[in-house]
């Protein structure tokens, strides 16, 4: 595979803390608007620019994106963010309790998206990727990082050691506790070393960013269309993280309604499409082996267990028999009566469910499941994997024209 490294702005030190965000797409609109309110010269009101003009504005409106473009301007001429011409990589890694991960910050390539050497799991939605495009559009470069991983590399974990053994150029911890360090390469021994051993490494999986990096690679097919070529286009914004060191959580599901059933009728079907249905006393069930899943109905807690036979993903079992044909939620990336939750709390769970709803806790996909099903050039449901710690958006911008 290709990796690159990059030019970019990047805020000043000083000032990375206020500025880098979580990803635009964990945030609920109302969560996105709060979060802008008490912070309006973080990264987030440039990639949700939206948040600035009154609730029910076309967030797709030309007025949004050119506010994006403009906050980024704004930016530039407050020294928030600063130029960083010479080629480099960037280290990247994020700590939180027991639990660390390191990453590579630099360009991938478009090529090797298309060709499936960078391999998916899942589908986009085409007004979600179009929003992206706009966005790249408008601001003339790759914002938000695409989250890659790659089977592990003890060539490219002793690079990045060494790397790590001077001082950080950012140092902070965010509201969440979770730890941020980068340090910069751009030593050129080290940069060509980096890219060469990237080079024999045959493959690497979009964990996060899907929509991100359907959306660059759009533009770019957009501007090989005009003719351009030898473009920073060809290449876009990524973090590759070896595969090992990623942390998936569960991906929980809550549905608005039971879909007009009964607490007998519903439970009847459960166990009729095969499952186990028993109740739990006390506190959420929090599954702890493949198979299980919590289930908040009725004002209770139950542990249902699949008792079918195959090797699908829990994920998938649950849609295929449960969310499907009971519940009738076809299609859960369009349907506006289920709602997903990352690695969500009892309390959590329990709220967002409420009286007349139902909340399902599941066991986390697993890294190795995700893999196998890229490889097999399979797709998985949506919303089947939740990395923690999320990355920063905002900690470097990608110029490409």
């Not at 309790?97 to 478009?110: D, E, F, I, R, Y």
């Not at 929980?252 to 028993?278: C, M, N, P, Y």
């Not at 709602?339 to 309390?347: A, L």
């Amino acid at each position: 595979m290709h990796v690159a490294p990059i030019t970019c702005l990047r805020p000043t030190p000083e000032h990375v803390a206020e500025f880098a965000a979580l990803p635009y797409d964990v945030f609920t609109d109302a969560e996105a608007r709060e979060y802008v309110a008490q912070h309006p010269t973080s990264f987030l009101a440039i990639d949700r620019p939206e948040t600035a003009f009154e609730e029910g504005h076309d967030p797709y409106a030309p007025e949004v994106y050119a506010h994006a473009s403009e906050l980024l301007r704004e930016r530039q001429l407050d020294r928030t963010l600063v130029r960083d011409e010479k080629p480099c990589f960037y280290v990247y890694k994020l700590s939180v309790g027991s639990h660390s991960q390191t990453g590579l910050m630099g360009a991938v390539a478009v090529d090797d998206y298309l060709d499936g050497t960078l391999r998916r799991h899942e589908l986009t939605l085409p007004k979600k990727e179009q929003d992206r495009v706009c966005h790249i559009k408008a601001l003339r470069a790759q914002t938000g990082p695409v989250f890659l991983a790659y089977p592990d590399s003890l060539a490219v974990d002793t690079i990045l050691d060494a790397a790590m053994q001077g001082e950080p150029l950012y140092d902070f911890v965010t509201s969440d506790g979770v730890r941020q360090r980068v340090w910069r390469i751009s030593r050129e021994v080290a940069v060509g070393a980096l890219s060469v051993t990237f080079s024999t490494i045959d493959r690497a999986y979009v964990a996060d960013g899907h929509h991100r990096a359907a959306a660059a690679v759009r533009v770019c097919e957009e501007r090989r269309a005009e003719g351009r070529t030898d473009d920073p286009a060809e290449e876009f914004l990524g973090v590759l993280f070896p595969a090992s060191q990623l942390r998936i959580l569960s991906y929980d599901r809550v549905v608005a309604d039971t879909a007009g059933l009964d607490k007998d009728a519903l439970f009847g079907a459960i166990e009729q499409a095969g499952f186990s249905v028993r109740p739990v006393e006390g506190d959420a069930y929090k599954p702890v082996e493949r198979g299980s899943y919590g289930m908040y109905a009725f004002g209770a807690w139950y542990q249902i267990c699949w008792e079918g036979q195959g090797d699908e993903l829990d994920v998938a079992v649950l849609q295929e028999h449960v969310l499907d044909p009971i519940l009738h939620i076809k299609n859960p990336r369009t349907d506006p009566r289920i709602s997903f939750v990352g690695d969500g709390s009892q309390e959590e769970l329990e709220q967002l469910a409420g009286h007349g709803g139902i909340a399902f806790s599941l066991y986390p996909t697993s890294m190795d499941e995700l893999m196998a099903i890229s490889d097999a050039g399979g797709l998985m449901p949506p919303k089947s994997t939740w990395f923690d710690p999320k990355l920063l958006s905002g900690l470097a911008i990608r110029r490409i024209w």
